[in-house]
């Protein structure tokens, strides 16, 4: 059985999930900021993390849990192992983006200790899950299939999406966004014809053909706009966008779990890089 925890991120439902699953395991545990409800949601005692990416809203309380569950085993790409050892270049690269928020946001990111690490490529099993290599949102990305069940961990790659509303971001911020990448990825994910996506951002989707050809819509869309150059205009089609959900909670919520000017600077990076090489 599958358990969504809502981490309330600052106080507010609907932002940021971690999904429990029998026998102590928990995909993404979100940020330390968000620990106690994390504790406090858990069913069992936790006994490894299987990580989809090291950004901080997925990932952050990592270290914390580590230092207070001992034994607990932690699974994430090779890519993305040496930065939950030391994590000065993660949080260097966070805080040009929230600067003095940095706190507010995340809280303490503790390092894992690298013996308590298993550092996956893509292609095997972690903890009875099968790990496929998801590049795009971040090069160290992946996703995890339970082929028992059908359920399938999708971390970023198949977007943001706040329920009951089933509109939907690209969560698109700097450094590493790849459109390629990422299409090729979404086509992974429906590849392995999964029964239910779950995302971090937020909850379920029970209809996962339709959230990824989502997801890749709303890439193309974004990434095009982006390509203008136009910041104004692509921040103004994006509010746009949110507020055709009919309900300024949920274009709030999508707002608080990717940040429009954050999606401008991934994309507008991106395609600075193609035009120079």
Do not use: N
């Given at each position: ?13 609907r ?76 949080l ?40 496929a ?31 009951p509303?089933?509109?939907?971001i ?38 996962p ?21 136009d ?12 507020a ?6 949920i274009?709030?919520r ?24």
């Open positions: 059985m599958i358990r969504c925890i809502d981490l309330r991120h600052l106080g507010r439902d932002v940021i999930a971690a999904h429990e699953l029998a026998g102590g395991l928990i995909v993404d545990p979100g940020p330390a900021s968000c620990l106690d409800a994390l504790l406090a949601g858990l069913r069992e005692e936790p006994r490894a993390l299987l990580l989809t990416h090291i950004h901080l809203d997925h990932a952050g309380a990592s270290g914390s849990l580590v230092r207070r569950f001992p034994g607990l085993r932690v699974y994430v790409h090779e890519a993305g192992a040496p930065h939950l050892v030391d994590p000065s270049r993660l260097a690269s966070a805080g040009r983006l929230y600067g003095d928020e940095m706190d507010r946001l995340w809280g303490e990111v503790v390092p894992v200790p690298g013996e308590r690490i298993t550092a996956l490529a893509g292609g095997e099993l972690a903890e009875g899950l099968r790990v290599h998801t590049p795009g949102h971040a090069g160290h990305h992946v996703c995890y299939l339970d082929e028992a069940s059908g359920d399938a961990f999708a971390g970023d790659v198949a977007g943001v999406r706040i329920p509303a089933a509109l939907t690209a969560p698109t911020p700097p450094p590493e966004i790849d459109v390629e990448a990422w299409e090729r990825s979404l086509d992974v994910l429906a590849g392995w014809r999964p029964e239910r996506l779950h995302l971090t951002h937020f909850g379920s989707a029970g209809e053909a339709e959230q990824i050809e989502r997801a890749h819509e709303a890439l193309r869309w974004e990434a095009d706009l982006a390509r203008r150059g910041r104004g205009a692509f921040l103004a089609a994006l509010d746009a966008r949110a055709s959900a009919g309900d300024a909670g274009a709030g999508l707002a608080q779990a990717a940040p429009p000017e954050h999606l401008w600077l991934g994309l507008e990076r991106y395609w600075r890089k193609r035009e120079a090489a």
